[in-house]
């Protein structure tokens, strides 16, 4: 492929001269900002994080910022999962739907105070469907992008390498909870969270100033322990089965067809602007899911495209992420695959651009 032209409009972001310095190989593109996708290779960046630590630059996780008396109630306008039980100190991930019940983002929350949260969002532009919410519906807040860029510590030894920088204190930190914690005079939200299940944190980085001695503080620290810059690693990621939002799913999608009715909770998720639409639809349940799929044979190119898969000739749905496992010595995917061939053992044929290849249904995901 040729390379993509550098400009204004494609953001950096306040890491890039340490993702450079370390010698990124190629980015990809999110939310208008770079997102480093290759280190080494994506099969050492795979081995690394699985065994060390690594530190990203995922500023492109850009917050939309809720403020004002009404941020609970707006929050609530835009997911099916209730809300009413989050405290302060914690982060949910939720699924964002549109009146048809069509899954715009898949942001973690990030609740602050009762009339401040940050969404977190995945790759589209959300920040104007809450504003025109916010403005449709006369609600008094204040919404904008912060300057704020999260930086994550993933892998086994994160805690190691996060004590080391933020003091003891972090091994304490629940899943998916943040506490505050203090880097050169500055207050930082600090989670136990990430885009991976090797474990790890995020800090939501706020000031532009300090994210490169944020980095370099974390690079020296972490020397002994191998730290190495990485990014979400398109294996490890399928393995877990965490979805990329624009690959795997999109507006036309159910937050049910996307394996994510665990966090929804439509009957009581009262205010939901998709609610009446997912109440309709759950009712008879989706005619298309999300599954783990593995392909046969050797590596499979890049899936930039869907790649159909087919039940005695007829398309039976799609594979749109998929990449070679190591550790599970087969090819990985990720499909939408319809209701009469998605049980666990179904074999089916997936049309890779090498040609037709056979695949099988699994149970769940590999990790
Ligand atoms: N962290 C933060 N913001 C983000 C992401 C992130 N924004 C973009 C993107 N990633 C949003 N998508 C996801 C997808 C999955 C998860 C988080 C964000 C995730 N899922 C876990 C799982 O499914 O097992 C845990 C969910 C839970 O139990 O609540 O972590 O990574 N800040």
Known sequence: MALISPSRRLRRTPFSDGVEAAGVKAYTVYNHMLLPTVFRSVQEDYRHLKEAVQVWDVACERQVEVRGPDAGRLVQLLTPRDLRSMQPGQCYYIPIVDET?????????????????????????????????AYGYRLDVLIDEPDVSPLAVQGPRADDLMAQVFGEQVRQIRFFRFVPLNFQGRDLVVARSGYSKQGGFEIYVEGEDIGMPLWNALMEAGKSMDVHAGCPNLIERIEAGLLSYGNDMTDNNTP??????????????IGCIGRDALLRVAAEGPVKQIRAISIDGDPVPACDRYWQLLADGKVVGRVSSAAWSPDFDTNVAIGMVRMTHWDEGNELIVETPDGARQATVQEKFWI
């Open 101 to 133: 019940g069509g899954m715009l983002n898949d942001p973690v929350a990030v609740k602050l105070t009762e009339d401040r949260w940050w969404i977190s969002i995945a790759d589209s532009d959300l920040l104007y469907w809450i504003k025109g919410l």
């Open 256 to 269: 049910h067809e996307c394996g994510l009715g665990r966090f929804c909770n439509t009957q009581t998720a």
